[in-house]
Each structure stands twice: as structure tokens, then as C-alpha cells.
């Protein structure tokens, strides 16, 4: 969701937002039994909290609201002002104070300490959100809602610059993704046999892009007798997908020991949507992204007779053995297959037909490509 400039992601629903102002009201309801408290609602932030919360309170009870301004945009402004608009006599009587958020503590601190000077007969304070990694003060909150992470948040009656107070439930502010690299990254997709190390070669060599081949490095990895390549055997030679994590952070590894580059080559990963989003974080750090996915397509028969075939010379125990192949595919069409959807809803997606001669996929395949930049 974006306001004004910035983008927010959901944090908290709405639901668990209402099921636990009914908890706070419920204790409340337990522990002000047979008082009368006089809730002071702080606005602006708290008026959706602060109505919410009413209606669940069920000892008598009497609310009013003040204003207090700590915040510009973002920023606390460290600028404590006095809270306006009291008009009530505290004295003697038990206060609630309706806070939607308590951050640094310091304006809260300081209003409490004002109405205190007023002779009530207690102060408790009950706050929807509470940061406390921020909160430096010995401030006593007796009811809070969550405890949250030093993040910004909006909706539920909390802003941006004013904006966002209506929102039913609570966002935060998205991690900011910004690309610093002008580099070409593709994805080389296409089930087992649909000639992706063939043409992969090719673009490699026109575009000067470094390759990230998985099923190589697990390979090699198996040839160099590695605890990786160990790992990895059982599950290839079956034909089945080693676990997401092991292949992450093995392509995590060979991202960060690849030095300046043109842009990487994807071949063989990601093969699962957790892999496409994970490799879309490892990315997002490294300050570029994927520029397209180019996806081979060859019919199911097809690509049986093209394994069987490679399987007489590339000595795979994969690509010997027909019920292998064919739960390779079956891999690929279960598991795999979401992962074009996933590029095709980013619009990333070049769908290539992969039968035919060689230089004449390579030439669609560098037409789809030079779209992309
Ligand atoms: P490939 O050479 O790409 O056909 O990969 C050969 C085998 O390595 C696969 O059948 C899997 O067992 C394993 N493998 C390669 N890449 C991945 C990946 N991205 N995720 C899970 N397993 C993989």
C-alpha cells in the first residue's frame, strides 16, 4: 500500500487488533470493578483505539480526550508540548490514559507527571503499541497491546504526515528496495532436457554474464567429495529437488564471491517459489534485481528422447534410467512450473519455443533478452 511516497506492508490485522482490545478491556473491566476511571484518550493517534476500547469497557465509566504533538513526519522531534484541552477534575479520581503508541516514552513521562501534580487518585496508562527498544523511560504501562520492533507504523489511527489514520489495520513502513547496479540478471527456466546448458553457453558468451548453474555446482561438489556434494546425492540421484536452504545458501555463496560483474545467469535455480523469493532478497541486498526470466518450452515427449540420449554420453545416473526422468519431470511440472507464474505476475516473463535449430532459439532467445534492457 502506498501514501504519499512511501510503501507499507500489512503488520497487524484487523482481527488480532480487535481481539486484543478486547483483552485489555477485559482486564480492565476486572481490575477497575466497582471504580469509576476517568480514561483521557491522547489524540490524534489514539481515537481508533481509544473507540474501539470503549465499547468493550463495561465498569462506569466517564472518557475525554486531549491533544499532545510530539511527532513530525517521521522523526520524534524530541519537542515535548503541553497537552491541551483537560477540563476535567483529575483529583481524586482513578485515570486511564489512551495512548496508541509509546516510543521513546518521553511525552507520555512528561504528561503523566503533570497529572499527577493534580492530586488523582491513581494514573495507569494503556497503549496499543509499545517499542521497547525505544523506550528508555521506567514509565509504568500496565496494559499494552503489542510490543513491537523499532519500525514505522501507520493505520489503526496512526499516520503518515496525516495520512493513513483510517486503515482498519496496522502497516509498516516496506524495507526501502533500491537498485545501485545496472546489471542483467536472467533466469534460464525450462524442464530437464529443454537445452538450457546449450543455450545458457550462448547468452553467457554474448552477454558476458556470470553463470550460476546449481545442478553443476552440486555436481562438482559431489566429484570433489564435499559434505555439499554428499548432502546433495541422495536427492539427485532419485531425481528429486535438493532442500530449498541447502540450494540458497550455496547460491548465496557464489553471489557474494563473484566480484563486479555484467549480471548473472540462472540456470537450473530457482526451481521452487520460496527459491525465486529468496533469491529475490539476496538480491535486493546486493542492490539489483531480476531483470527477466527466458523460459524454454518443449514438449514432455520430447524432452525423454533428449535426456535418453544425452544419458548414453553424460555419463548422469539421472539420465539413464526412464522412471527417473519421468519423476524429474513430474518435479518440474509439481514444483517448478509456480515459478514462471511468479515471474509472469512481475512481468518478467519470455516464453521461447525451445524446438528447433540451435542458433535460431539463440537468436528469439537474444531478441527476448535485448527487450529486457
Ligand atoms: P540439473 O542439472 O539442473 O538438472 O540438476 C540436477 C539435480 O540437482 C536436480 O534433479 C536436483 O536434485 C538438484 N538441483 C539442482 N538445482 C536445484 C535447485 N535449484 N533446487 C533443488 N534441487 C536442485
Known amino acids: 500500500m502506498k501514501i504519499k511516497d512511501k510503501e507499507f506492508e500489512l503488520y497487524i490485522d484487523n482481527t488480532k487488533i480487535i481481539n486484543k482490545v478486547k483483552e485489555l478491556a477485559e482486564q480492565i473491566n476486572k481490575d477497575y470493578k466497582d471504580k469509576n476511571p476517568l480514561f483521557i484518550a491522547i489524540l490524534n493517534g489514539s481515537f481508533m483505539f481509544a473507540g474501539d476500547l470503549m465499547k468493550y469497557v463495561d465498569v462506569d465509566s466517564q472518557i475525554t480526550f486531549i491533544k499532545v504533538s510530539s511527532y513530525v513526519a517521521t522523526q520524534s522531534t524530541g519537542n515535548i508540548k503541553e497537552a491541551i484541552g483537560l477540563q476535567e477534575n483529575i483529583f481524586q479520581r482513578d485515570i486511564i490514559i489512551i495512548e496508541d503508541i509509546v516510543d521513546s516514552g518521553k511525552t507520555l513521562t512528561h504528561i503523566t507527571e503533570r497529572f499527577k501534580e493534580l492530586g488523582p487518585k491513581s494514573v495507569e496508562i494503556a497503549t496499543l503499541l509499545h517499542k521497547p527498544e525505544m523506550n528508555k523511560t521506567d514509565l509504568s504501562l500496565k496494559y499494552i497491546g503489542f510490543d513491537i520492533p523499532n519500525k514505522f507504523v501507520i493505520g489503526?489511527?496512526?499516520?503518515?504526515?496525516?495520512?493513513?489514520?483510517?486503515?482498519?489495520?496496522?502497516?509498516?513502513?516496506?524495507e526501502e528496495k533500491t537498485i545501485t547496479k545496472n546489471m542483467l540478471n536472467l533466469v534460464l527456466f525450462g524442464?530437464?532436457?529443454?537445452?538450457?546448458?546449450?543455450?545458457?553457453?550462448?547468452?553467457?558468451?554474448?552477454?558476458?554474464?556470470t553463470h550460476i548453474a546449481t545442478g553443476d555446482l552440486f555436481r562438482k561438489n559431489l566429484?570433489?567429495?564435499?559434505?555439499?556434494?554428499?548432502?546433495?546425492?541422495?536427492?539427485?540421484?532419485?531425481?528429486?529437488?535438493?532442500?530449498?536452504?541447502?540450494?540458497?545458501?550455496m547460491v548465496d555463496q557464489k553471489i557474494k564471491a563473484t566480484g563486479d560483474t555484467n549480471g548473472f545467469i540462472f540456470d537450473g535455480f530457482p526451481r521452487t517459489v520460496a527459491q525465486a523469493e529468496a533469491l529475490d532478497e539476496l538480491l535486493t541486498k546486493n542492490g539489483t534485481a531480476i531483470s527477466g526470466m527466458i523460459a524454454l518450452e518443449v514438449s514432455e515427449e520430447e524432452l525423454v528422447n533428449r535426456i535418453l540420449e544425452r544419458g548414453k554420453t553424460s555419463g548422469r545416473a539421472d539420465d539413464q534410467n526412464i522412471e527417473k526422468i519421468q519423476t524429474r519431470v513430474g518435479v518440474y511440472n509439481k514444483e517448478t512450473l509456480p515459478v514462471a507464474a511468479y515471474y509472469k505476475t512481475r512481468n518478467k516473463f519470455s516464453s521461447i519455443n525451445g524446438v528447433g535449430g540451435i542458433d535460431e532459439i539463440f537468436e528469439n532467445i537474444s531478441t527476448a533478452i535485448d527487450a529486457l534492457k
Request: hydrophobic fraction near 25%; include cysteine; proline fraction near 5%.
Open 191 to 209: 524442464p530437464p532436457g529443454a537445452g538450457k546448458g546449450t543455450q545458457s553457453e550462448k547468452i553467457i558468451d554474448k552477454y558476458k554474464l
Open 156 to 174: 489503526y489511527g496512526l499516520d503518515y504526515d496525516g495520512y493513513g489514520r483510517n486503515e482498519q489495520c496496522i502497516y509498516q513502513l516496506s
Open 223 to 249: 566429484s570433489e567429495g564435499t559434505a555439499l556434494g554428499r548432502l546433495a546425492q541422495g536427492y539427485m540421484d532419485e531425481g528429486h529437488l535438493v532442500p530449498d536452504q541447502v540450494v540458497i545458501d
